[in-house]
C-alpha cells in the first residue's frame, strides 16, 4: 500500500509574532493568514524489509536504518524522524517498516512556514496510513508539540494550523497553547482582487529564523517596551486587516502590511538587511504601494501590494536584482491523504479530506 499527503504553505498576512511564546501567553495573540498553492509532500510505502528507508529532498537527506520505536533525533530528516517518534510513542504501533520520501515547492528558510507544513504534511501521511484518530485541531496541536517541544525548534503556532485548515483563516492564541482558528469565507471577487494585487518576490537568500524568534521572544521576556509595544500594534493590525480583507478595501490592506512592516522591524535586529532594504526600495520606486517579509524576517519572500497595472513595471524592476517572483493562488484546502491499493490490473483510491 502507498500512502500520499499534502499540506499548503501560507502567506501571514497580520498578526504574525503574536503566536509566539512567551507574548501569546501573556497577552494573548491574533494572526490572519492565507494558504497559497505550493505544498509540501510526503509519500510512505509499507514494506516488509525492516527498515526505515528515508528520502527527504527538502532536508537533502537519504539514509536507510532499523526499524525500532525511536530513531535517534541526529540532525538528518530530524521532521520526518520526530514524527515518527511521537506516533509510536503516542499510538503504540511498535516498530513500523516503510520508505517514506519528502519534497516541497519552495526552498527551506522561505518564510512560508515550509517546516510547520512538513510536520503536518508527514503527520497526516501517518494518520491515514495507520488511520488514527486525529482531526485537524489535534493534528495542529501535535505538530505544534513535535516541532517546538519535541524537537527544541524556535517558532510559534500559527504555520500548523494554516496547514492542516488551509484556507484565509483569523487565529487566536491563548494561554496553555490554545488555539482558535476562525476561518472567513472571502467572496470570490476579493479573491481576485487580491491575487491581482500582490507579487512574491523571493530575495535569492533563505534563513533560519531561529535567532529572529529568540531575540523576539527575550525582549517580551525582558519587558522590552518598544518591541512589547510594537507587538501589541502588530496584534491589532490583525483585527484591522480582517475588515479590510472582507470589505475589500485594498488600499486599507496596503496601509495595514506597511504598518506591520515598520512594526515588525522593532522586533529583532535581523528582521531586516541590506538585501530586503534594496528590494524594497526598487519596487516602491517602481510603483508598489507596500511590502513586508514573509515569516519572522531576514531573508525569503517578500510581499508586495501593487496596483495590477504597474505589475509588469514592478516585475521588472525586481527582476534586475538576481531574485524572482513566485506565482501563486489562494487555496482553500488543507492538508490532505489518501491510500493506493494496488491489484493485479487496477489500482483502486481512497482517501479522506
Partial sequence: ?????????????????????????????????????????????????????????????????????????????????????RVVKDFHTGPLSFHITTHND??????????????VCILKAFVEWLSLPLGDYEISRLAYEIERKDLALSGGKQD??????????????????LVIVNPLKIKRWILDELE?????????????????????????????????????LIKQSAIDMKLAVLKGDIDSFAEILHQGWENKKRMAKGITNPVIQEAMEVALAAGAKAGKVSGAGGGGFIMFVVEPTKKVAVKEALAKLGGFIMPFQFTEGGAHGW???????????KGNS
Fill in 1 to 85: 500500500m502507498i500512502i500520499r499527503s499534502k499540506a499548503p504553505l501560507r502567506l501571514g498576512l497580520a498578526g504574525g509574532g503574536s503566536d509566539v511564546s512567551p507574548y501569546s501567553d501573556i497577552y494573548g495573540g491574533l494572526i490572519l493568514n492565507a494558504t497559497i498553492n505550493l505544498y509540501t509532500y510526503c509519500t510512505i510505502e509499507e514494506t516488509t524489509d525492516g527498515l526505515i528507508t528515508i528520502d527527504s529532498y527538502d532536508a537533502n537527506c537519504h539514509q536507510s536504518l532499523p526499524a525500532m520505536e525511536r530513531l535517534e533525533i541526529d540532525g538528518k530528516a530530524i521532521l520526518i524522524k520526530g514524527v515518527y517518534n
Fill in 339 to 349: 491510500k493506493i491499493y494496488p491489484t493485479d490490473s487496477v489500482t483502486h483510491l
Fill in 106 to 119: 519552495a526552498p527551506i528558510g522561505s518564510g512560508l512556514g515550509t517546516s510547520s507544513s512538513m510536520v
Fill in 196 to 232: 491581482a494585487s500582490i507579487l512574491l518576490y523571493f530575495t535569492g537568500a533563505s534563513r533560519s529564523s531561529a535567532k529572529i524568534i529568540d531575540e523576539q521572544r527575550s525582549n517580551t521576556s525582558k519587558g522590552n517596551n518598544d518591541a512589547v509595544e510594537a507587538m501589541h
Fill in 160 to 177: 500548523q494550523y494554516a496547514a492542516a485548515f488551509g484556507g484565509f483563516n483569523f487565529m487566536e492564541f491563548l494561554k496553555d497553547d
